[in-house]
C-alpha cells in the first residue's frame, strides 16, 4: 500500500526528488527527534503509520566500526497505536511469521526463550502470567504496561510478580533507568565478555515525552559491526530515552514492517537469514499514505503559479513548506485510489509558522458536495486535522484537496495525508 522511500547516498528522497537544500535535510532530522547528533542523515524515513515513523541510520563510524541501525518511533502510544507482545503458536517462528495476518504494522524480536521456545523470562499478556523470572539468578530488567498508559520499567526477581500491569516482557539489561545509564549490566547476571561485546541488538526504549522506540542494529558483518551493551545504552541516551531495556539479540534480531517489497528491513545476521523465535513485540496503528507539497504524481499545483515559493522550515513535515501571497492564492492536492481501496480519512498539516493567517482545507470530488475545515496556524500550527472521510473505489474519480487563505494574503501548504479507517 505504502511506496518504499530509500534515500539514495545520504539524502531523503523526498528532499532529493525536490532539490532541498541542505538546511531543510537538517530541519527534517530535527522534526522526528529520532536522530542521534552524531549519526548522520537517515538513508530510509518513512511514516509507515499514523504516528509510527521507521528510520535508517548507517554511520560510517559509531561503537569501532560501520553500523546498520533501524529506529522505529511511535508517538499517540495508547491513542492511535497499541504495543502488544505476540507468540509462536508453537514453538519458534520467525517474526515475519508472527506478525503477518494480524493488525501490526510493525514488528520486532522480543525476550530471550530456550531451544524450545519457552520464554526465559517474566512474560505476561492479557493480565496473564505466562512466565516468571528465571531461578537461581539476580534481579532482570522487565517492561510492562496497561493499554493506553505509558511503558514502566523496573527489575523483578525471581518469583516476583508485576500485578499493576496487564502487559509484561522480561529480558535485560536495563541500559538506562529514570534518565541515567544503568551500566551494571553484571548485577543483573550479564558478565559474559562475548555477550558485553559488539553484537546485534534490539532494545526499547521510552522518551520523556512518552514516546516508544523500538531499535535494532545489525552486525556481525564488514558494513555492521553490531554495538557493545554500553555503546547501544549510549545510543538510546542520544535518542532521548529515559528508559531502555535491551532484548535478546545477535541472530534473533530482526525488524519487520508491513505493506513493504521486503517487509524484514533489516538484515538477520544468521547465514540463513530470520531467525525463529518465541515471542515478538508488534504496534497496531492506522494505516496512513502522506502526501508532502508537490509530491510527484500527486497532481500538485498552485494557482496563480507566480504567487508561490518554496521555503525551508525546520517544524514542517519532511522539512519544507510553500508559501502563497495574494488574495486568492491556493494549492491543491489531486489524489487517486490507494492500493488498498476502502474508506479513508483525509487529514491535512496545519503549518507552523506564525506569519500565517486563518486557513481553510477543503476536500471533494468534481460535482460532488465539499467537506471543509478551518484552522488558525497560531494555534494548531504543526497538528494533523482532518477535513472528511471518503470512499475511495477502483475506478473512482481523483479527490481534490485544497488549501486556501481566509484570513490574510499569505496562505501555506506543507502536506496532507489518507488514514485507512476500518
Known amino acids: 500500500m505504502r511506496p518504499w522511500r530509500p534515500i539514495p547516498g545520504l539524502l531523503l528522497s523526498a528532499v532529493a526528488a525536490l532539490g532541498c537544500s541542505a538546511p531543510a535535510l537538517n530541519a527534517l532530522r530535527a522534526s522526528t527527534g529520532l536522530a542521534p547528533p552524531s549519526f548522520p542523515p537517515p538513508t530510509v524515513e518513512e511514516e509507515v503509520a499514523v504516528g509510527v515513523t521507521l528510520l535508517r541510520f548507517e554511520p560510517p563510524s559509531y561503537g569501532g ?204 545476521s544468521d547465514s540463513g537469514g530470520a531467525r525463529a523465535v518465541a515471542n515478538v513485540l508488534v504496534v497496531d496503528a492506522p494505516d496512513v499514505i502522506a502526501y508532502d507539497d508537490d509530491d510527484p504524481g500527486h497532481g500538485w499545483t498552485t494557482q496563480p503559479t507566480w504567487a508561490w515559493r518554496r521555503a525551508s522550515h525546520e517544524t514542517a513535515y519532511r522539512g519544507d513548506l510553500w508559501l502563497g501571497e495574494g488574495v486568492g492564492a491556493y494549492a491543491e492536492w489531486r489524489l487517486g485510489t490507494p492500493s488498498i481501496p476502502g474508506r479513508y480519512a483525509v487529514e491535512a498539516r496545519v503549518p507552523n509558522d506564525p506569519r500565517v493567517g486563518r486557513l481553510t482545507f477543503s476536500a471533494g470530488r468534481d460535482g460532488a458536495p465539499r467537506a471543509s475545515v478551518d484552522v488558525d496556524p497560531r494555534t494548531q500550527g504543526g497538528r494533523w486535522v482532518r477535513i472528511g472521510a471518503f470512499d475511495f473505489a477502483p475506478q473512482a474519480a481523483e479527490l481534490r484537496v485544497r488549501v486556501a487563505s481566509t484570513g490574510g494574503a499569505l496562505v501555506a501548504a506543507d502536506a496532507v495525508r489518507l488514514v485507512r479507517l476500518p
Not at 522480561?170 to 555477550?195: C, T
Open 65 to 268: 566500526g560501520p553500523q546498520r541501525v533501524h529506529v522505529i518511533g511511535v508517538d499517540g502510544l495508547g491513542e492511535s497505536a497499541q504495543l502488544r507482545i505476540l507468540r509462536a503458536n508453537a514453538g519458534k517462528v520467525r517474526v515475519d511469521r508472527i506478525a503477518e495476518g494480524t493488525s501490526a504494522v510493525v514488528a520486532v524480536n522480543a525476550g530471550y526463550f530456550d531451544s524450545a521456545g519457552a520464554p526465559m523470562g517474566y512474560l505476561k499478556i492479557g493480565g496473564q502470567e505466562l512466565a516468571t523470572q528465571p531461578a537461581q539468578r539476580p534481579p532482570r530488567g522487565v517492561v510492562g504496561w496497561n493499554p493506553g498508559e505509558k511503558l514502566q520499567f523496573r527489575t523483578l526477581a525471581s518469583g516476583d510478580r508485576w500485578d499493576a500491569v496487564s502487559e509484561a516482557l522480561g529480558a535485560g539489561p536495563m541500559l538506562i533507568q529514570a534518565g541515567r545509564r544503568a551500566e551494571r549490566f553484571e548485577q543483573e547476571g550479564f558478565a559474559d565478555p562475548k555477550f558485553l561485546g559488539p553484537n546485534p541488538r534490539t532494545a526499547i526504549g521510552q522518551t520523556a515525552d512518552g514516546r516508544l522506540l523500538l531499535v535494532t542494529v545489525d552486525g556481525r558483518s564488514p558494513t555492521a559491526a553490531g554495538l557493545s551493551l554500553a555503546d547501544l545504552a549510549r545510543l538510546m541516551e542520544e535518542l532521548g530515552c529515559v528508559d531502555a531495556l535491551n532484548l535478546d539479540g545477535g541472530g534473533s534480531t530482526t525488524t519487520w514492517v508491513r505493506d513493504f517489497p521486503e517487509p524484514i528491513v533489516n538484515v538477520p
